[in-house]
């Protein structure tokens, strides 16, 4: 507002900017004071956190009362230690049931490397949302397909607690990873297939198994009909 320009405040894209710059000043008040000061989020402390090759999987417990959320929703973490401090999105790995939140954390840059090094274990967390309408799982779909690229596999996990075991309605899981080390919460997953309530597909492409419009020739296209299909993962899938 104050910077040198080619117009004036007081011309009419003075008035236009000026009123979209004091909207958002209004908007970063109401954000600063209304969520971070008079309601911060529900508060969480560290569990668990394992660092298994270049994924955290960590594990809070509610301090008071526990945040509710449906499977596919994300949550706003703001871990309160020092260089943590900033918020960061994740997508809630665990069931909608289950008193605690789990979250799988991959390695990824500065913030997310810090919280690999640093000791979690008992760290107040403040949890913002749950947001989002992500759905793995409708009612009256004839068939569930489920396509995980990486750690786009992180919703399914929290839906695939919830279903039934032995089912004949299980959902197909194709899971996209470069090789096999590099598949996050691989056991739970196989657990979950082991148990009936998925049936897991891994495609490792460093093994050759590529993921393409050949893995879906088990569903066919008379077989897709109804189906419920629901895809997570990076832009290239």
Not at 148 to 153: C, I, K
Not at 182 to 197: F, K
Request: with cysteine.
């Amino acid at each position: 507002f104050t910077a040198e320009k080619p117009y004036a405040n007081g011309a009419v894209w003075g008035w236009y900017f000026g009123a979209v710059m004091f909207a958002g000043l209004f908007a970063y008040v109401v954000r600063v004071i209304g969520k971070d000061i008079v309601t911060p989020g529900v508060p969480y402390r560290v569990k668990r956190a394992k660092v298994s090759g270049s994924t955290l999987d960590l594990e809070l417990e509610p301090v008071g009362k526990a945040v509710e959320h449906h499977a596919g929703q994300f949550v706003v973490l703001k871990v309160q230690k020092p260089g943590l401090r900033e918020p960061h999105i994740f997508t809630v790995a665990s069931q909608p049931d289950s008193s605690t939140l789990r979250f799988f954390i991959r390695d990824l840059g500065d913030w997310t490397s810090r919280m690999h090094e640093v000791e979690l274990v008992g760290a107040d967390v403040t949890v913002e949302g749950p947001y989002g309408l992500f759905a793995p799982t409708v009612a009256k779909a004839t068939k569930t397909v489920w396509v995980a690229g990486g750690v786009g596999v992180t919703p399914f996990l929290s839906a695939a607690g919830t279903l039934p075991t032995d089912s004949d309605m299980r959902p197909t899981l194709h899971y996209l990873v470069r090789s096999r080390g590099d598949a996050m919460a691989l056991e739970v997953l196989v657990a979950h297939h082991d148990a009936g309530r998925l049936e897991l597909i891994l495609h490792a492409s460093a093994a050759g198994q590529r993921f393409g419009p050949d893995s879906l020739s088990e569903h066919h296209v008379a077989g897709l009909s109804g189906a419920h299909v629901a895809v997570c993962g990076p832009a290239s899938l």
